[in-house]
């Protein structure tokens, strides 16, 4: 199992620009997440689903859209970079509430500039 | 809501003990995470808490006391590579995601 995967690691956008960030797993979890963490601040959620075709705000959604078409992917889209949006992101699994750990990705550094 | 307090930073000998607190103040719990953050990776699962009391395993323990809002995570025997940052992260009840603490920078030293 490769577990949680994102791509890119890293990315260097311009204010104004979009991008995708992608995320997948393969431990067939219902649960998936969107976190960014900034230095200080700890981890902030972004968007979460419950499953797939259901998708729901977090903490800070401003500025960020997904889509859960499938239970393997929930990529992260953001339409017109902001400075503010230069941040670690990282994509979480989980089979769903409770005691059931969250599973991470290895994070994409992002910076707009 | 919900209010997550951890020390910001801590520094310990190789081959001590260390404790790293945490406290929260929630409107409905249901458990708590520790998680471990080596710095520039992604954070791993430690371990969870729902009952009062201490888990062991391994160098590492955890403790809750849900009737004062308190977690610990105790590290025995310390080593180089336990440098990393530590997280604490509430189960909120109705709740569908963890909400986490900033997190405490552990830095072991020879």
């Known amino acids: 199992n490769a577990g949680v995967t994102q791509t890119p690691k890293f990315r260097i956008l311009k204010i104004g620009q979009s991008m995708t960030l992608q995320c997948t797993q393969d431990?067939?979890?219902?649960?998936m997440y969107w976190y960014r963490q900034d230095p200080g601040m700890g981890l902030k959620l972004i968007y979460y689903?419950?499953?797939?075709?259901?998708?729901d705000k977090g903490e800070v959604p401003n500025g960020y859209n997904v889509s859960r078409s499938t239970t393997e992917d929930f990529p992260l889209r953001l339409e017109l970079a902001a400075p503010s949006q230069t941040s670690v992101y990282f994509c979480?699994?989980?089979?769903?509430?409770?005691?059931?750990?969250?599973?991470f990705g290895n994070g994409t550094r992002l910076t707009v500039t | 809501g919900q209010n997550i307090d951890q020390p910001t930073e801590m520094t310990a000998t190789e081959g001590a003990i260390v404790q790293i607190n945490c406290t929260y103040q929630?409107?409905?719990?249901?458990?708590l995470f520790w998680y471990q953050q080596h710095a520039g990776e992604a954070p791993t699962f430690l371990s969870y808490?729902?009952?009062?009391g201490l888990e062991e395993k391994g160098r590492f323990s955890s403790f809750l006391s849900r009737s004062k809002g308190y977690s610990y995570l105790l590290l025995k025997e310390l080593q180089m590579k336990d440098s990393a940052s530590y997280l604490c992260?509430?189960?909120?009840?109705?709740?569908?995601?963890?909400?986490f603490g900033t997190g405490t920078r552990l830095t072991v030293i020879p």
């Open positions: 979480a699994s989980s089979l769903g509430q409770g005691s059931s750990p969250l599973h």
């Open positions: 431990m067939n979890h219902n649960y």
């Open positions: 689903s419950v499953g797939a075709g259901i998708t």
């Open positions: 929630t409107s409905g719990f249901n458990g």
């Open positions: 808490n729902v009952l009062d």
């Open positions: 992260a509430v189960d909120q009840t109705g709740a569908n995601n963890l909400f």
